[in-house]
């Protein structure tokens, strides 16, 4: 079945120690996002991707480094350098339509946190 | 700016009553818009989505949205909820540059 795998579902990190989020999908879907969910805010993009090789910052994208080496996976790393990393992260991706985006498929998230 | 508004963040309901949860967006063009359903600690499933024609769209899970553009509202109905449907929901808008706005979400709690 398609869709998207998000890895750990729950990881401990020490304060000072980067930390990679692993999302891979298989549903040969070109944009990729992370988004981050703390209680009563909703969804924050921190990253996406339309393509190979290139992704845009998103509201929230200090601390934070991604990579899209291919086309079905694109890995968050949570650096030393945000403040406040424990949280609920998701992965989603979604296909172009005509000059617009379809709707988002999600991962089951991974939740980080700092101890 | 472009946002969604939810203004409802808690709403509690019987099983078997009917259920309206209210989504409000600010958006300049005609937008994409989408409700999703999560429960505690998992993903988002999309329940539905409008993108243009027929303004009454069904869902999955018995679920339907109205889209009103005077109003600039897109509320989810659903007419007897089950206890099942206990999550939280967001409705979102989806805009031309890949991008998508989120409401703050609205936790549904079902009295059996």
């Known amino acids: 079945d398609g869709g998207i795998t998000q890895s750990p579902k729950y990881l401990f990190r020490k304060e000072g120690q980067n930390v990679t989020l692993s999302c891979e999908q298989n549903l040969n879907h070109d944009a990729m996002y992370w988004y981050r969910q703390d209680p009563g805010q909703g969804l924050r993009l921190i990253y996406y991707s339309q393509i190979v090789n290139d992704f845009q910052k998103g509201d929230i994208a200090e601390g934070y480094s991604v990579s899209r080496e291919k086309k079905e996976s694109f890995p968050l790393t949570v650096t030393s350098a945000q403040k406040n990393p424990t949280a609920f992260y998701l992965c989603?991706?979604?296909?172009?339509?005509?000059?617009?985006?379809?709707?988002?498929?999600f991962g089951e998230g991974s939740r980080l946190t700092v101890l | 700016a472009q946002s969604v508004t939810q203004p409802d963040i808690h709403i509690t309901v019987s099983e078997g009553a009917s259920l309206e949860l209210r989504c409000n967006y600010s958006?300049?063009?005609?937008?994409?818009l989408f409700w999703y359903v999560q429960s505690p600690g998992q993903g988002l499933q999309l329940l539905l989505k409008?993108?243009?024609?027929?303004?009454l769209v069904q869902g999955i899970k018995g679920f339907e949205a109205e889209f009103k553009r005077s109003q600039s509202s897109f509320n989810l109905r659903k007419p007897s909820v089950h206890w099942s449907d206990a999550a939280e929901y967001f409705c979102?808008?989806?805009?031309?540059?890949?991008?998508?706005?989120f409401g703050t979400g609205t936790r549904l709690k079902v009295l059996a």
């Open positions: 979102a808008v989806g805009e031309r540059t890949y991008k998508y706005i």
């Open positions: 409008y993108f243009s024609g027929d303004t």
């Open positions: 958006y300049g063009a005609t937008p994409y």
């Open positions: 989603a991706s979604s296909i172009r339509q005509g000059a617009n985006t379809g709707e988002l498929f």
